[in-house]
C-alpha cells in the first residue's frame, strides 16, 4: 500500500454524505429581514470582516456595526453602495400585487353585450344552484 492509498484510507466518506434527514436551513422571507441582517449575511457570505468591508466602501467598522444591529437606518443609496463594494447588487422596488384575477376574462366579459352579460351571470348561477345542492343532498327544481 503506498501513501496515497494510506491517506484516502484516512478519508471518512460517511462525512462527506450529506444527512438525508437533515433539515435545509432556509432564510428568512425577505420582508422579514432588517437591512442590518440583510449586509450582514452578504458580508458573511463574502467572508469579509466590518474593517474589511468599511474599507472597501469607504466608511468606517463603527458605520458598518451600528448598521448591522439596526442602530440605525440606512437609506437604499447606502445599502446600494455597501452591496457593490462586495460586487453585489442590492434590488429594492415594488410590484403589482396579484390578487388571483384574470383580467383578460374581465376583458373579454366586457366585449358582450348588457343583455349577453346578464344571460351569462343568470347561467353561471344556476350551475351554482344546481352544485350547491347536490352537495347539500337537495335536488334543483
Not at 80 to 109: I, K, Y
Not at 125 to 136: A, F, K, L, M
Amino acid at each position: 500500500m503506498d501513501i496515497a492509498d494510506k491517506r484516502l484510507s484516512l478519508i471518512r466518506y460517511n462525512d462527506l454524505v450529506p444527512d438525508p434527514d437533515a433539515k435545509p436551513i432556509e432564510p428568512a422571507p425577505l420582508e422579514d429581514r432588517t437591512p442590518g441582517e440583510l449586509l450582514r449575511q452578504a458580508r458573511i457570505r463574502h467572508e469579509l470582516s466590518q474593517e474589511q468591508l468599511a474599507i472597501r466602501a469607504g466608511t468606517t467598522q463603527s458605520a458598518i456595526a451600528r448598521i448591522e444591529r439596526d442602530r440605525t437606518s440606512p437609506s437604499i443609496r447606502t445599502m446600494t453602495s455597501l452591496f457593490q463594494a462586495m460586487e453585489e447588487d442590492f434590488v429594492f422596488g415594488a410590484r403589482p400585487r396579484d390578487w388571483g384575477v384574470d383580467l383578460t376574462l374581465n376583458d373579454q366579459t366586457l366585449g358582450y353585450m348588457p343583455t349577453e352579460r346578464l344571460e351569462r351571470g343568470l347561467g353561471f348561477s344556476e350551475v351554482v344552484r344546481e352544485i350547491q345542492g347536490e352537495s347539500s343532498g337537495k335536488k334543483a327544481a
